[in-house]
């Protein structure tokens, strides 16, 4: 049987644009994966891994212009947005270089021996290693900062893991072009191409985690794509980590005060947020508990006539539409469930925003509207309005881990008088990230930052944004009672390598 091909479709119209490939088989999976195990030693000097990734944001740089034209071709997401994001890809592979110069994720520990000690201490030593092969699955939303070049590959290449990108259907000529540019920086230090490998289809994917010399995997996408692969890498006979981000409802709670204070502001607010990117943002704020009454009809007036400004846009492929009208459509017709503004089809290819309002009494408990606490891809959201403080928190005790949560407070409530604390650490155990008096659309490549939370958002407590993305592909190893003679530089008395570490239990730098 002929091996399927692959198309660079055109979301702006449906049609096909180009054959850009055809789908990998199991043997040529197998050898992407072999190519990649292959060159993982010329992974292992720090300093050839930093002036990769440096290189490799300046060889993307460099083809910009080639690059976001293909980027907008398959995805409709524009030229400015996909400027600014190609930036950002670039920005967060040099920070990557920064952390592998400074060396801090080894977590380098020295104990020397102490026979004082209950039990008696022996010499032990410790630092992390690279797992070794990463599968990493790309992202439809963002064709740099989620897909080839982006978070997952750059911390796995940071840690000293060669990857295979199993590349997205909706911007495979993009993939390849990437793939491309990112080979070529590698050769420039003399890293073998194959360190970054790259596979089309579904069957791969499914083949990729199965592979037995893939040592981990990092997966962006959709609840159930994600959980299959998850639970087939839990599956083989010897299960990997599998870092997914799965779905995300990114609950946002509206205070009576904050709604009286500033309804208009926060109405607006919202609008931009879950219109953002035509709403096909990971952290669209997809659930808002708005007071009922006359600061929280203020709220939706104001959200009514910001949406209603916004045109009809493009989805990253007709499927997410078709989705996304049958999403909304089903969501509208369940009992008291009302549409200010009718989200659905804007045109042949295109979506119209928009958002729905109901009692926050109906999701309170189990029932058919649970599937308004389900993730809607698309520029849409859910206004629960509540009657008091315990309706909205009933709503949110019923609420699964998501990626975000946001509490919209007064300037007083801000600053320390009435709930607003205690709001804060209520939200806590639902995300990883807690926003106060923001909006979540927009992640941060900085080292604090955090993008997972608790199940389905993320299938392990780690982030794929910001500096300890890293620590997803690598494991700790002690030596004990090791001849210095045999030990890994990192590890050594005298720190030829100036990293910093804990010694003989102080705090070195």
């Not at 290693?129 to 990463?134: D, E, F, K």
């Not at 985690?209 to 890498?233: E, I, N």
């Not at 009514?304 to 045109?311: C, G, I, K, R, Y």
């Not at 639902?430 to 993008?451: C, I």
């Amino acid at each position: 049987m002929a091996a399927a091909p692959v198309w660079s479709v055109d979301p702006r119209t449906g049609k096909q644009r180009e054959q850009v490939a055809v789908e990998a088989t199991a043997q040529e999976v197998d050898a992407a994966v072999r190519a990649a195990h292959d060159a993982r030693d010329a992974l292992a000097d720090r300093t050839v891994r930093a002036a990769f990734l440096r290189t490799a944001a300046d060889e993307l740089e460099a083809a910009r212009d080639r690059l976001v034209e293909a980027a907008d071709a398959e995805t409709a997401l524009g030229p400015v947005r996909l400027t600014g994001e190609l930036a950002r890809t670039c920005y967060q592979l040099r920070a990557f270089a920064g952390i592998v110069d400074e060396g801090a994720f080894l977590d380098v520990v020295i104990d020397h021996p102490d026979d004082t000690a209950t039990p008696p201490v022996p010499d032990l030593r410790r630092h992390k290693v690279p797992l070794g092969v990463v599968a990493v699955y790309s992202a439809s939303n963002f064709p740099f900062a989620f897909s080839v070049p982006g978070g997952d590959t750059a911390s796995a290449l940071a840690a000293g893991c060669p990857v295979v990108v199993k590349a997205h259907p909706d911007h495979p000529a993009l993939s390849e072009l990437v793939a491309r540019v990112l080979r070529r920086a590698a050769a420039r230090h003399g890293v073998p191409e194959g360190v970054l490998g790259l596979v089309h289809g579904f069957e791969a994917g499914v083949e990729l985690v199965k592979h037995p010399l893939v040592s981990a995997a990092g997966f962006t996408g959709s609840v159930r794509g994600g959980r299959a692969l998850f639970d087939a890498a839990a599956a083989r006979p010897v299960p990997i980590p599998f870092h997914g981000e799965l779905g995300s409802l990114n609950p946002v709670l509206v205070t009576e005060a904050a709604a009286a204070e500033r309804a208009e502001e926060i109405g607006a607010g919202l609008a931009g947020s879950m219109t953002l990117g035509v709403g096909q943002f990971c952290v669209k704020p997809g659930l808002v508990l708005v007071p009922a009454g006359a600061a929280g009809d203020r709220l939706v007036k104001s959200l009514t006539d910001a949406v209603s400004d916004t045109e009809a846009g493009v989805l990253l492929d007709h499927r997410m539409r078709d989705n996304f009208v049958a999403g909304v459509a089903e969501r509208t017709r369940l009992p008291e469930v009302e549409s200010p503004v009718t989200p659905g089809a804007g045109g042949e290819h295109t979506v119209s925003a928009g958002f729905l309002t109901v009692p926050a009494s109906r999701l309170a408990q189990e029932g058919e509207h649970d599937l308004l606490l389900e993730e809607c891809f698309g520029p849409v959201t859910v206004v629960a309005r509540y009657e008091d403080e315990a309706e909205a928190r009933a709503v949110l005790s019923r609420l699964p881990g998501n990626l975000t949560a946001t509490v919209q407070l007064s300037t007083r409530e801000a600053e320390g008088e009435g709930r607003g604390a205690e709001l804060v650490r209520e939200l806590t155990p639902l995300a990883g990230r807690v926003l106060v008096n923001g909006w979540p659309t927009g992640v941060a490549v900085a080292p604090a930052q955090h993008h997972g939370g608790p199940y389905p958002a993320t299938t392990s407590t780690s982030t794929s944004v910001g500096g300890t993305a890293i620590e997803r592909w690598l494991r700790p190893v002690v030596y004990q009672n090791t001849p210095p003679a045999l030990l890994p530089a990192e590890l050594r008395d005298d720190n030829p390598l100036g990293l910093p570490r804990r010694f003989n239990g102080r705090l070195e730098r």
